[in-house]
């Protein structure tokens, strides 16, 4: 059983930068591919970015591209989530998530993530 816990949220102003961390235990963290989502009150939630379990592919977001960076360290087993020029859009609870599937139709649906953690918050004012 995979273990995830986020960190790194708080509240900050527009146009500001925060790194979200993601420390994981309890599985082989090569061996699994991660994202990144969040979800505001009232919205469903929603993918951001995922990385693939080497880490050389990612995705993200059309909203987040150019601003957010989603990283891995296998070695340390930690997942990261640089953030810049946040928005107020961008205030949500943002939650790590990983997947032991080899291949997956679609990456950006929750319901491909085996394991979550119990979410940061993150707070833009504007």
């Known amino acids: 059983q995979v273990q995830l816990i986020e960190s790194g949220g708080g509240l900050v102003q527009a146009g500001d930068s925060l790194r979200l961390s993601c420390a994981t235990s309890?599985?082989?963290?090569?061996?699994?591919?991660m994202a990144w989502f969040r979800q505001a009150p009232g919205k469903e939630r929603e993918f951001v970015a995922r990385?693939?379990?080497?880490?050389?592919?990612?995705d993200y977001l059309d909203s987040v591209k150019g601003r957010f960076t989603i990283s891995r360290d296998n070695a340390k087993n930690m997942l990261y989530l640089q953030m810049s020029s946040l928005k107020p859009e961008d205030t949500a609870r943002y939650y790590c998530?990983?997947?032991?599937?080899?291949?997956?139709?679609?990456?950006?649906?929750?319901?491909?993530?085996?394991?979550w953690g119990q979410g940061t918050q993150v707070t833009v004012s504007a």
């Open positions: 998530a990983a997947s032991r599937r080899t291949s997956m139709v679609d990456p950006t649906t929750p319901v491909n993530y085996d394991f």
């Open positions: 990385i693939s379990r080497p880490g050389r592919v990612t």
């Open positions: 309890g599985g082989f963290f090569s061996n699994y591919a």
